[in-house]
């Protein structure tokens, strides 16, 4: 990621200003692609600000940005990029001439948005570029195409970018959100969110979404480990253990848990998916930890009986034996509270609550 893009990365979200617009980053993080592709829009086809304003960085109008949704509704449908600016330039063309000749005679007619009064900006094209296809004038329909509510803006430019399967952009968006608020709330508010738009469309849809799902669970877990600082080293009783139950394979929430540990330097030893009773229980037994974290995504996996077990094991030498806290996490204990158990209800619970039993 380069400078500018960092640069731009770095400042504010929401609607567009009514004054100075929009950073290239910000309008990439709106749309869901990688800043670098809306400055190849911009030069490439002529899609870039109206309106050039002083320094070095560049800013975007709602009319501008207006146009760049047009560009991603009509290349997510498989248009050839070139083909979708000619229409979008066209269109921008026929608005300014309907405007125009619209002006009582004598006066000039209205600035587009974001223009100094009095300037009519024209559709910009760069030397070279082919002319602009006519075009029947259309609302911008740049829409994820699932249900988000009221959440950040970041969460419908990663539903944009998973979408279209596009993996250069979601790489990018996923490491500006954990950079921006942090792990844990770029988990909480912006990262599951979106996971959980995209499971409503699955099952609402017959999997058609499947592979979505799938390919933004992947870069997800990406992101996780290209963000974690190194393990790390073990220290005598403050080990944890994190594990999924025999038969579950949901591991993503626990690489969460386990990457925004790392982030508090605490010792993690994590063991992934569908882990067996008897390597569990070998697990416990060789790292004697402090806190053992059992993750469960459905009830038919979540087991009372393991967690018990697990939390009567003893190690330790005769009149100072030791026995881990374990945590029963995830929807899958939900109504199969094991009595003396701790369950946290959040990713922030929970890291608070193995915090507290490490400095213990």
């Known amino acids: 990621m380069g400078t500018h893009e960092r640069d731009d990365q770095a400042r504010g979200r929401g609607s567009v200003p009514l004054g100075g617009g929009l950073t290239t980053g910000e309008v990439a993080r709106r749309l869901g692609v990688a800043p670098t592709t809306v400055r190849t829009w911009d030069r490439r086809y002529g899609l870039g600000p109206d309106v050039h304003t002083g320094g070095r960085h560049r800013r975007w109008t709602a009319t501008d940005v207006a146009r760049l949704e047009r560009m991603c509704a009509l290349t997510s449908t498989g248009i050839p990029p070139a083909e979708a600016a000619r229409t979008v ?29 009095g300037v009519q900006a024209p559709a910009r094209r760069p030397s070279g570029a082919p002319a602009p296809l006519p075009s ?40 500006a959100a954990i950079v921006e608020h942090g792990l844990v709330a770029a988990w909480t508010e912006v990262i599951m969110p979106t996971l959980q738009a995209v499971g409503r469309k699955w099952e ?54 386990a990457a925004a540990l790392a982030e508090r330097g605490l010792p993690v030893r994590m063991f992934g998916g569908a882990l067996p009773v008897e390597s569990l229980v070998t ?70 609550l193995l915090e507290s039993v490490v400095s213990r």
Request: glycine share 10%; aromatic share 4%; net charge positive.
């Open 136 to 175: 029947a004038p259309a609302r911008s329909r740049a829409g994820s195409g699932l249900r988000l509510g009221d959440v950040r803006q970041e969460c419908k430019g990663i539903a944009r970018a998973a979408l279209r399967l596009d993996a250069v952009a979601l790489d990018e968006l996923l490491q």
């Open 204 to 257: 609402s849809s017959g999997e058609k979404y499947v592979e979505v799902e799938h390919f933004l669970s992947w870069h997800v877990s990406g992101a996780l480990r290209r963000g974690a600082p190194p393990s790390a080293a073990d220290r005598p009783g403050a080990t944890i253990v994190l594990a999924c139950v025999p038969g579950e394979n949901h591991t993503l929430p626990l690489e969460v848990l």
């Open 283 to 352: 697990a416990v037994r060789r790292t004697g930890p402090a806190a053992v974290g059992l993750w469960a995504q459905s009830r038919t996996t979540a087991s009372r009986p393991l967690a018990q077990h697990v939390a009567a094991m003893e190690w330790g030498v005769r009149g100072a034996r030791r026995k881990p806290v374990v945590l029963t996490i995830g929807p899958g204990w939900s109504g199969r509270t094991v009595t003396g158990l701790p369950r946290p209800t959040g990713l922030a619970e929970a890291v608070a």
């Open 89 to 117: 330039l066209g269109e921008a063309t026929q608005e300014a001439e309907a405007v125009a000749s619209t002006a009582p005679a004598g006066r000039t007619a209205p600035a587009s948005p974001g223009t100094p009064d």
